[in-house]
């Protein structure tokens, strides 16, 4: 029997997107000719939830042999970044494996990894905090993990970059040179390292050598028309039909964020009772948007009210500048507004309010540490969707008397569903 397509396989908020997967002609060729160009390294940032892992998941199964992710945390150390990777090689290393490569220095990588592995295998030892650690066996540098890396062609992928450490940064950027010098003896040996916005830079800082070595590709947010084509793909492998208004309607909440997208047409799904592909056609009516629409809000509604939580922690200062460039950014429209533009609606209220407090803060309202409840759109700033617009507009409203407090925060989000009506009327 054929086997039934899932509502959630096919819309994926929160895992990368296969069925319903977008090219992005933006950035297409710069990552295909980066992959495709020996000892050329990669670095890809933008925006939290713009499509960067699923951009590579899917050029990578197109056009790459094997890869490995190691995924860096704030602790994380380079040493466990070794370890780790050293550990995702295994399945290219089994004996199965082992057995089909011919060529001496194969076998004798093989029979080397065969040995750090046992070695590793023995020298667990117990930390104080009781946490087991292995100890690296010496012979387990970077430039033996490239060799293994290089002899599988296998691609190594480092997500969330950005999070690790000034120090350990300096030794992945140390690495990206290793991989480049080496690029003669193993041609497929890569690595991608995959950043928040703002972090193209920092690999390269480090060694301004390796400028020329390296592909920083910055992933935009998606157009109109690439959430449009998620849409297009998508419900039709459900056997629904969408009316070109409901269309509009997903696409203006989305706000050029994929993972928006597939929320609210995963709850859409929900409302309508498809779990898996409908066997009669269904058309999705203006009340199962709305159901759609008020499933995404209260499913992410705690998330949302976190990002509001972190945007607006600040140290002691003159002025509540997360929530002041809220209060002045829900006045425009879901466009959003130019850099000073917003200033000058700041200090309509807060006549002196200096133009670099605004700068710096917008610099960090962008990025996931912050809540990235504001994006960047060609000059414009704006709000990430308009639940987070509808959400800044009731928390900064005058209800509260023009006080802004951080209490406020803790109004249930209840009031932006009662304010579905008028978000539909928005769109
Ligand atoms: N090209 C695409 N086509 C269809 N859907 C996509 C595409 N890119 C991303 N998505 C969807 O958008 C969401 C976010 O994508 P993804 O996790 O790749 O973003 P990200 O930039 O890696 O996010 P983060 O910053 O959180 O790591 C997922 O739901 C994914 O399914
Ligand atoms: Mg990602």
Redesign the pocket.
């Known amino acids: 029997m054929e086997k039934q397509i899932k509502s959630n396989e096919v819309f994926?908020?929160?895992?990368?997107?296969k069925l319903?997967?977008?090219?992005?002609e933006s950035v297409n060729n710069q990552i295909v000719n980066a992959l495709n160009t020996p000892g050329k390294q990669l670095v890809i940032y933008?925006?939290?939830?713009?499509?960067?892992?699923?951009?590579i998941v899917?050029k990578l199964m197109q056009i790459y042999e094997n890869h490995i992710t190691v995924r860096c945390t704030s602790t994380l150390t380079y040493e466990e970044i070794v370890l780790q990777a050293f550990d995702e090689l295994n399945p290219y290393y089994q004996d199965s494996k082992v057995s089909t490569i011919s060529n001496a220095t194969s076998i004798k990588l093989a029979s080397d990894y065969a040995l750090i592995k046992a070695e590793l295998g023995g020298t667990k030892t117990t930390t104080e905090q009781g946490t087991i650690k292995r100890v690296i066996p010496p012979k387990l540098t970077m430039q033996t993990l490239a060799r293994f890396l290089g002899n599988a062609k296998c691609c190594f992928v480092l997500e969330?970059f950005h999070k690790i450490n000034a120090d350990e940064k300096t030794k992945v950027s140390q690495t990206m040179k290793l991989f480049v010098d080496m690029a003669e003896e193993y041609p497929e040996l890569k690595i991608i390292c995959?950043g928040?916005v703002d972090t193209g830079r920092e690999v390269v800082q480090y060694d301004p050598e390796l400028k020329s070595r390296v592909a920083e590709i910055n992933?935009p947010l998606m157009t109109d028309t690439?959430i449009a084509q998620?849409i297009d793909i998508g419900f039709p492998l459900l056997n629904i039909e969408i009316p070109a208004f409901i269309k509009n309607n997903i696409i203006k909440v989305a706000n050029g964020v994929?993972?928006v997208c597939?929320s609210i047409c995963l709850q859409i799904c929900f409302a309508m009772g498809i779990y898996t592909k409908s066997n009669s056609k269904i058309v999705i009516d203006m009340k199962m948007f709305e159901s759609g629409i008020k499933g995404y809000i209260q499913d992410s509604s705690d998330s949302i009210k976190a990002d509001f939580e972190i945007a607006l922690v600040q140290r002691k200062g003159t002025y509540k500048n997360a929530m002041l460039i809220f209060k002045a950014l829900s006045s425009f429209s879901m466009e959003g507004a130019e850099q000073h533009d917003l200033l000058l609606k700041i200090q309509e209220t807060e006549s002196k309010y200096p133009a670099g407090n605004l700068s710096s803060y917008l610099k960090q309202l962008v990025k996931?540490e912050k809540g990235a409840i504001i994006i960047k759109r060609a000059n414009h700033y704006c709000f990430r969707s308009p639940i987070y617009k509808i959400y800044a507009e009731h928390i900064t409203s005058n209800n509260y008397a023009g006080e802004i407090t951080h209490d406020s925060i803790n109004m249930d989000l209840k009031i932006v569903k009662e304010k579905i009506d008028y978000l539909t009327s928005q769109l």
């Open positions: 994926t908020p929160s895992t990368s997107a319903t997967f977008v090219e992005r933008g925006h939290s939830g713009c499509g960067k892992t699923t951009l899917n969330d995959i928040a992933v690439e998620i994929p993972s597939h996931s």
